[in-house]
C-alpha cells in the first residue's frame, strides 16, 4: 500500500517506494482491460455450454461485446493517459459531494455487495464457477469501494484506498461466506459436519449418554473448543454459530499477536496488516485448533524473559501434541524463528571467524525449545492416548501408513489448483519480500540459512502431508509452513529483524509491485472462498425426523442395537432422545481407518457387520460404484467403498430411504449376497 504517492499521508514508516499517479492508473487500466477480455473469453464459454446462439441473443452479445469494448477502452486508456487528465479527474470527484456520513453509510453497504451479488439465484450462479468473471466483478466493485473511501477519508491516496478495500471486501467475503452456514437445517451438511458436532460431546458423554464413552481419536483439541454449546443444550443452529465464531475468535486473535510484535508505525498500516493476516490464514484455512500455539508462542516470546518464553512455548507444544502429528514441532520452531529474528549473531562479518563455542552458545536455546517442545507434544499425546479410553496407540497415527498420490500435487479432479502451484502463488509475494531483504546482508548467514532451511523442513512435511490420501484437496496442509512464512516475512516486511552490529542497516523501501502482489494475491485466493445459503423444506425434514424417530423407537423397544455411522448429533443434541450410542464406527473414524487400510480395526468392522450385530445402520447412501483419480476423491471413495460400503451392502439392505437428506435405514439381510 503506498500511502505516501499523492503527498497527502505519510506514515512514520513506510516500506514501500512511492508510485506516480499516472503509473498507477495505467496499472489500473491496463489490469482491468485483461480482465475484462478474460472474462468474455469465460462468458463465452458459458453461452456455449448453456446452448446459446450468441449471435442470435441480444442480451449475450451486449454482455461480451460490452466486455470486449470495456478491455479495449482500458487498455487504450492507459497508453493515452496524461497527468493533466488526472488532475481534472480528481477535481471531478462526485462523491465529495455527498455529505460524508452519507459516503460512509454507502461504504459499509458495498463491501459486502461482492458476496450478496453471488447468492443471486441466476446471474450469480452463472458466474461463480469463471474465475475472471467473478474476479472483474471483485474488481471493478473495490474500484468503486476506493471510490467511496477517499470520498469518506479524503486525504488517503488511491493507491492506498484501493488496497484498503481490496483487503476489506476479500475478508468481508470471507466473513459471510462462512456465516450463510448458520442454519437450523437438523441434518448434516456435508461429509464431515456430524462429526464435528458429536466429538465433542464425548467429553461430557456420561451426562449426554449415560455412560462414559472413548474420547476422540481424530483432532481433540478441535473438539475441545466444540464443547461449550453441550454445557448450555443449544440447538443445532448455536452449534454451528460457535464452530464459525470459535474460528474467527481463535485464527483472528493471531493478527493481533503478531501485530504487536511488528509494531506498524501508523494505525492504516496496523489496520491494513491486520486484514492481511487474517486473509493469508483463512486462505489457507488455518484450521481453528491450530492458531493457539501460534498466538501463544507470538504473545509469550521474549529475548530478555527466557522463563517466560520457555512456559509459552511448553504450553503450546502441549497443545499442538493434542492438535495434529506434524505440529508437534511447530511451537518450538516458531519460537527458534523469532529468536533468529531479534537477536544477532553478535559478531561483525569483518571480525574473525567465529569458533564453535560460539554458535553452540548462540543456538543453544532455539535448540532447546525445537527438541524439548517437540517431546513435550509427542509425551501430551501419550498422557491423552492413555486417558481416552481407547486400547489401541496406532489408532491415533494411521497417518503414517496411508498412501500417497503424487498427482494431487498438480492440477486434478481434487483440486483444479493443485497443491504446488497453488502453494507457489500464495508464497510467492512474502518470499520476494524475503529475498529482497536477505539478500542485504544485514543477518548473519547462520541465522539467514537456519530460518530458509526451516522454512524448507516445514514446505517438505506439508507437500508431503497433502499427498497423503485424504488430503490435498485445498493447501490448508501447507500451514505450518504458511504461518511461519508469515511471521517471517511480516518482520522482514517492516524491519523488525535485528542486524548484526556494525552493519550499516539503511531503511530498505520496497517497489511498489511487491506490495500489488502482496495485496492481490490473498485478495484472489479470499474471493474464491464458495458462498451459499442453505435453503430446504422444513416440513418435510421434520417429518423425516419423526420417521426416524418411529423406527429408532421400535427397534430400541425390541433391544436391538442401532449404528449411527452418520447424523450421530441427531442423539447427542437430543434430537432422537432415548437412543443408546454405540461409539465405533463412526463416519470420519472409519474413513480414516479404511484409508490407511487399518486391518485390526476393519476386520473388526466386518465381523460385526456380517454378523449383523447391529438390527439397523443409519448412514448416507451407499455404492459400490470405483472411481479414478479423474473424479474429485476418487481414491477416498475407493477406499470407503471396499471397506465400509460393501460389507455393508453384503450383509445389509436399504429398509427407508430420505434421498433428498442422503440418510438411508439399513437392515439386516435375510440371506446375505455375499461371502
Same mark, same amino acid.
Given at each position: 500500500?503506498?500511502?505516501?504517492?499523492?503527498?497527502?499521508?505519510?506514515?512514520?514508516?513506510?516500506?514501500v517506494?512511492?508510485?506516480?499517479? !499516472?503509473?498507477f492508473?495505467?496499472? !489500473?487500466?491496463?489490469?482491468?482491460?485483461?480482465?475484462?477480455?478474460? +472474462?468474455?473469453?469465460?462468458?463465452?464459454?458459458?453461452?456455449?455450454?448453456?446452448?446459446?446462439?450468441?449471435?442470435?441473443?441480444?442480451?449475450?452479445?451486449?454482455?461480451?461485446g460490452?466486455?470486449?469494448?470495456?478491455?479495449? +477502452?482500458?487498455?487504450?486508456?492507459?497508453?493515452?493517459?496524461?497527468?493533466?487528465?488526472?488532475?481534472?479527474f480528481?477535481?471531478?470527484?462526485?462523491?465529495?459531494?455527498?455529505?460524508?456520513?452519507?459516503?460512509? %453509510?454507502?461504504? !459499509?453497504?458495498?463491501?459486502?455487495a461482492?458476496?450478496?451479488?453471488?447468492?443471486?439465484?441466476?446471474?450469480g450462479?452463472? /458466474? =461463480?464457477?469463471?474465475?475472471?468473471?467473478?474476479?472483474?466483478?471483485?474488481?471493478?466493485?473495490?474500484?468503486?469501494?476506493?471510490?467511496?473511501?477517499?470520498?469518506?477519508?479524503?486525504?488517503?491516496?488511491w493507491?492506498?484506498?484501493?488496497?484498503?478495500?481490496?483487503?476489506?471486501?476479500?475478508?468481508f467475503? /470471507?466473513?459471510l461466506?462462512?456465516?450463510?452456514?448458520?442454519?437450523?437445517?437438523?441434518?448434516?451438511?456435508?461429509?464431515?459436519?456430524?462429526?464435528? %458436532?458429536?466429538?465433542?460431546?464425548?467429553?461430557?458423554?456420561?451426562? /449426554?449418554?449415560?455412560?462414559?464413552?472413548?474420547?476422540?481419536?481424530?483432532?481433540?483439541?478441535?473438539?475441545?473448543?466444540?464443547?461449550?454449546?453441550?454445557?448450555?443444550?443449544s440447538?443445532?443452529?448455536?452449534?454451528?454459530?460457535? @464452530?464459525?465464531?470459535?474460528?474467527?475468535?481463535?485464527?483472528?486473535?493471531?493478527?493481533?499477536?503478531?501485530?504487536?510484535?511488528?509494531?506498524?508505525?501508523?494505525?492504516?498500516?496496523?489496520?491494513?496488516?491486520?486484514?492481511w493476516?487474517?486473509?493469508?490464514?483463512?486462505?489457507?484455512?488455518?484450521?481453528?485448533?491450530?492458531?493457539?500455539?501460534?498466538?501463544?508462542?507470538?504473545?509469550?516470546?521474549?529475548r530478555?524473559?527466557?522463563r517466560?518464553?520457555?512456559?509459552?512455548?511448553?504450553?503450546?507444544s502441549?497443545w499442538?501434541g493434542?492438535? =495434529?502429528l *506434524?505440529?508437534?514441532?511447530?511451537?518450538?520452531?516458531?519460537?527458534?524463528?523469532l529468536?533468529?529474528?531479534?537477536?544477532?549473531?553478535?559478531?561483525?562479518?569483518?571480525?574473525?571467524?567465529?569458533?564453535l563455542?560460539?554458535?553452540?552458545?548462540?543456538?543453544?536455546?532455539?535448540?532447546s525449545? %525445537?527438541?524439548?517442545?517437540t517431546?513435550?507434544?509427542?509425551?501430551?499425546?501419550?498422557?491423552?492416548?492413555?486417558?481416552?479410553?481407547?486400547?489401541?496407540?496406532?489408532?491415533?497415527?494411521?497417518?503414517?501408513?496411508?498412501?500417497?498420490?503424487?498427482?494431487?500435487?498438480?492440477?486434478?479432479?481434487?483440486?483444479p489448483?493443485?497443491?504446488?502451484?497453488?502453494?507457489?502463488?500464495?508464497?510467492?509475494?512474502?518470499?520476494?519480500?524475503?529475498?529482497?531483504v536477505?539478500?542485504?546482508g544485514?543477518?548473519?548467514?547462520?541465522?539467514?540459512?537456519?530460518?530458509?532451511?526451516?522454512?524448507?523442513?516445514?514446505?517438505?512435511?506439508? /507437500?508431503?502431508?497433502s499427498?497423503?490420501?485424504?488430503?490435498?484437496?485445498?493447501?490448508?496442509?501447507m500451514?505450518?509452513?504458511?504461518?511461519?512464512?508469515?511471521?517471517?516475512?511480516?518482520?522482514?516486511?517492516?524491519g523488525?529483524?535485528?542486524?548484526?552490529?556494525?552493519?550499516?542497516?539503511?531503511?530498505?523501501?520496497?517497489?511498489?509491485?511487491?506490495?500489488?502482489?502482496?495485496v492481490l494475491?490473498?485478495?484472489?485466493?479470499?474471493?474464491?472462498?464458495?458462498i451459499?445459503?442453505?435453503?430446504y423444506?422444513?416440513?418435510?425434514?421434520?417429518? !423425516?425426523?419423526?420417521?426416524? @424417530?418411529? @423406527?429408532?423407537q421400535a427397534?430400541?423397544?425390541?433391544?436391538?442395537?442401532?449404528? %449411527?455411522?452418520?447424523?450421530?448429533?441427531?442423539?447427542?443434541?437430543?434430537m432422537?432422545?432415548?437412543v443408546?450410542?454405540?461409539?465405533?464406527?463412526?463416519?470420519?473414524?472409519?474413513?480414516?481407518?479404511?484409508?490407511? *487400510?487399518?486391518?485390526?480395526?476393519?476386520?473388526?468392522?466386518?465381523?460385526?457387520?456380517?454378523?449383523?450385530?447391529?438390527?439397523?445402520?443409519?448412514?448416507d447412501?451407499?455404492?459400490t *460404484?470405483?472411481?479414478?483419480?479423474?473424479?474429485?476423491?476418487?481414491?477416498?471413495? *475407493?477406499?470407503?467403498?471396499?471397506?465400509?460400503?460393501?460389507?455393508?451392502?453384503c450383509?445389509?439392505?436399504?429398509?427407508?430411504?430420505?434421498?433428498?437428506?442422503?440418510?438411508?435405514?439399513?437392515?439386516?439381510?435375510?440371506?446375505?449376497?455375499?461371502?
Amino acid at each position: 500500500m503506498n500511502v505516501a504517492a499523492e503527498g497527502t499521508l505519510t506514515p512514520e514508516y513506510s516500506p514501500v517506494m512511492t508510485v506516480s499517479p !499516472v503509473s498507477f492508473w495505467r496499472a !489500473v487500466f491496463v489490469f482491468t482491460g485483461f480482465l475484462c477480455w478474460l +472474462a468474455a473469453w469465460q462468458m463465452l464459454g458459458v453461452a456455449q455450454a448453456l446452448g446459446v446462439n450468441v449471435l442470435m441473443s441480444k442480451t449475450w452479445l451486449a454482455l461480451l461485446g460490452g466486455l470486449g469494448w470495456m478491455g479495449v +477502452a482500458c487498455v487504450g486508456a492507459a497508453f493515452a493517459l496524461r497527468p493533466a487528465w488526472l488532475e481534472r479527474f480528481q477535481r471531478l470527484n462526485l462523491a465529495r459531494r455527498l455529505p460524508r456520513g452519507v459516503c460512509a %453509510f454507502l461504504l !459499509v453497504v458495498w463491501l459486502p455487495a461482492y458476496s450478496l451479488l453471488l447468492l443471486q439465484p441466476y446471474y450469480g450462479k452463472l /458466474i =461463480r464457477g469463471e474465475e475472471a468473471a467473478r474476479f472483474l466483478l471483485f474488481w471493478l466493485l473495490a474500484l468503486g469501494g476506493a471510490w467511496l473511501l477517499r470520498a469518506v477519508w479524503p486525504r488517503i491516496p488511491w493507491p492506498a484506498a484501493l488496497g484498503l478495500i481490496l483487503l476489506l471486501q476479500a475478508s468481508f467475503h /470471507i466473513v459471510l461466506a462462512y456465516l450463510a452456514g448458520i442454519t437450523d437445517y437438523p441434518f448434516a451438511l456435508g461429509w464431515s459436519e456430524t462429526s464435528r %458436532f458429536y466429538y465433542p460431546s464425548l467429553f461430557l458423554s456420561e451426562r /449426554i449418554y449415560g455412560e462414559r464413552l472413548p474420547w476422540p481419536i481424530l483432532h481433540p483439541t478441535l473438539h475441545l473448543v466444540l464443547v461449550p454449546p453441550y454445557w448450555l443444550d443449544s440447538p443445532l443452529w448455536a452449534h454451528r454459530a460457535w @464452530q464459525i465464531f470459535i474460528r474467527f475468535v481463535l485464527v483472528g486473535m493471531i493478527a493481533p499477536a503478531l501485530l504487536i510484535r511488528l509494531k506498524p508505525g501508523s494505525a492504516l498500516w496496523g489496520f491494513a496488516t491486520g486484514a492481511w493476516i487474517f486473509l493469508a490464514l483463512f486462505d489457507l484455512p488455518l484450521y481453528l485448533h491450530l492458531a493457539p500455539p501460534v498466538f501463544l508462542v507470538l504473545g509469550g516470546f521474549s529475548r530478555h524473559n527466557a522463563r517466560q518464553t520457555w512456559l509459552f512455548v511448553l504450553l503450546a507444544s502441549v497443545w499442538a501434541g493434542l492438535s =495434529r502429528l *506434524n505440529w508437534y514441532p511447530v511451537p518450538g520452531m516458531i519460537a527458534a524463528a523469532l529468536y533468529l529474528l531479534e537477536t544477532p549473531f553478535g559478531m561483525p562479518n569483518h571480525e574473525r571467524k567465529p569458533g564453535l563455542l560460539a554458535y553452540l552458545r548462540y543456538l543453544a536455546l532455539p535448540a532447546s525449545w %525445537f527438541l524439548v517442545g517437540t517431546l513435550i507434544a509427542f509425551l501430551s499425546m501419550q498422557v491423552y492416548i492413555a486417558w481416552s479410553g481407547i486400547g489401541q496407540s496406532s489408532d491415533f497415527y494411521t497417518s503414517l501408513t496411508s498412501s500417497l498420490l503424487w498427482y494431487r500435487l498438480w492440477p486434478n479432479a481434487t483440486y483444479p489448483l493443485g497443491v504446488f502451484p497453488a502453494i507457489v502463488l500464495y508464497s510467492l509475494p512474502m518470499w520476494l519480500v524475503l529475498w529482497q531483504v536477505l539478500r542485504r546482508g544485514a543477518l548473519h548467514p547462520l541465522r539467514v540459512s537456519l530460518l530458509l532451511a526451516g522454512l524448507a523442513v516445514l514446505f517438505a512435511g506439508g /507437500i508431503v502431508v497433502s499427498m497423503k490420501i485424504g488430503g490435498g484437496g485445498d493447501i490448508h496442509n501447507m500451514d505450518a509452513y504458511a504461518v511461519a512464512l508469515i511471521i517471517v516475512a511480516a518482520y522482514l516486511f517492516f524491519g523488525r529483524y535485528a542486524p548484526e552490529p556494525g552493519v550499516h542497516h539503511p531503511p530498505l523501501h520496497f517497489p511498489w509491485a511487491v506490495l500489488a502482489l502482496l495485496v492481490l494475491v490473498p485478495v484472489w485466493f479470499g474471493q474464491r472462498m464458495p458462498i451459499g445459503l442453505v435453503t430446504y423444506d422444513k416440513a418435510a425434514s421434520q417429518a !423425516v425426523l419423526a420417521e426416524l @424417530q418411529r @423406527q429408532v423407537q421400535a427397534v430400541s423397544a425390541r433391544g436391538g442395537e442401532i449404528l %449411527f455411522i452418520t447424523q450421530r448429533h441427531l442423539v447427542s443434541m437430543n434430537m432422537l432422545p432415548s437412543v443408546r450410542m454405540i461409539p465405533e464406527y463412526e463416519r470420519e473414524e472409519l474413513m480414516e481407518m479404511a484409508m490407511a *487400510n487399518n486391518e485390526a480395526y476393519l476386520d473388526r468392522f466386518k465381523a460385526e457387520i456380517r454378523a449383523q450385530r447391529f438390527d439397523l445402520i443409519v448412514v448416507d447412501p451407499l455404492t459400490t *460404484n470405483l472411481l479414478g483419480s479423474d473424479y474429485a476423491m476418487g481414491e477416498e471413495n *475407493n477406499a470407503w467403498v471396499r471397506f465400509a460400503a460393501r460389507p455393508i451392502l453384503c450383509n445389509y439392505r436399504p429398509a427407508q430411504i430420505f434421498s433428498a437428506d442422503r440418510i438411508v435405514l439399513y437392515v439386516p439381510q435375510e440371506n446375505p449376497k455375499c461371502p
